[in-house]
């Protein structure tokens, strides 16, 4: 009885384990504005010849929604101090917010460009307001979870992986992977 149970569990996780290599995520293209007020098509317009990173920031309530931007830049110093081979990518900072009515986005946009400051380039940040938050997670594979997450994405816009959670050596090292397997 056994045995004839191991074999398709087996079988199961086999299948599920391709299934991450054969099916990668994308992120959805969406028109946004960024920090510094110009407009592009997200993902699109990051992407060039190689690889980038993205600081993406689901918050699921405003409070949370700060936090992952505190935990995002403290990844964007750590990394920019690194000797890791992405040190020098391409970095974008990226929130998105759900049901946002359209006569406040420029508010909240201009908010959070008040509370980066200095700590990033305006044209490397944006909010992208969406009506559906969870269809664009789902896209791309990534749950909304409250945590702050790093995500690589390729030239072509699939998304290589991504890492959750505050930065330390662990999440930089498994980043790095990401990162190498990108190029």
């Given at each position: 009885?056994?045995?004839?149970?191991?074999?398709?569990?087996?079988?199961?996780?086999?299948?599920?384990?391709?299934?991450?290599?054969?099916?990668?995520?994308?992120?959805?293209?969406?028109?946004?504005?960024?920090?510094?007020?110009?407009?592009?098509?997200?993902?699109?317009?990051?992407?060039?010849?190689?690889?980038?990173?993205?600081?993406?920031?689901?918050?699921?309530?405003?409070?949370?929604?700060?936090?992952?931007?505190?935990?995002?830049?403290?990844?964007?110093?750590?990394?920019?101090?690194?000797?890791?081979?992405?040190?020098?990518?391409?970095?974008?900072?990226?929130?998105?917010?759900?049901?946002?009515?359209?006569f406040?986005?420029?508010?909240?946009?201009?908010?959070?460009?008040?509370?980066?400051?200095?700590?990033?380039?305006?044209?490397?940040?944006?909010?992208?307001?969406?009506?559906?938050?969870?269809?664009?997670?789902?896209?791309?594979?990534?749950?909304?979870?409250g945590?702050?997450?790093m995500?690589?994405?390729?030239?072509?816009?699939?998304?290589?992986?991504?890492?959750?959670?505050?930065?330390?050596?662990?999440?930089?090292?498994?980043?790095?992977?990401i990162?190498?397997?990108?190029?």
């Amino acid at each position: 009885m056994k045995k004839t149970m191991i074999f398709p569990s087996i079988l199961l996780f086999l299948l599920l384990s391709c299934n991450q290599f054969l099916f990668a995520g994308t992120l959805s293209e969406e028109k946004a504005k960024s920090l510094a007020d110009t407009e592009f098509v997200f993902p699109t317009d990051l992407l060039k010849d190689s690889p980038v990173l993205i600081a993406l920031n689901i918050g699921t309530s405003r409070e949370n929604g700060e936090m992952q931007q505190e935990a995002l830049i403290d990844w964007q110093n750590v990394i920019e101090s690194s000797s890791f081979s992405f040190q020098s990518a391409p970095l974008y900072h990226i929130s998105v917010i759900e049901g946002a009515p359209f006569f406040v986005r420029g508010a909240i946009r201009r908010g959070l460009a008040e509370s980066f400051g200095d700590l990033i380039d305006p044209k490397r940040g944006a909010v992208l307001f969406l009506s559906k938050a969870e269809k664009f997670a789902k896209q791309a594979e990534i749950p909304i979870d409250g945590e702050p997450t790093m995500v690589v994405v390729r030239s072509d816009g699939t998304i290589t992986g991504y890492v959750k959670g505050r930065v330390d050596s662990l999440a930089l090292s498994n980043l790095a992977a990401i990162w190498e397997k990108a190029r």
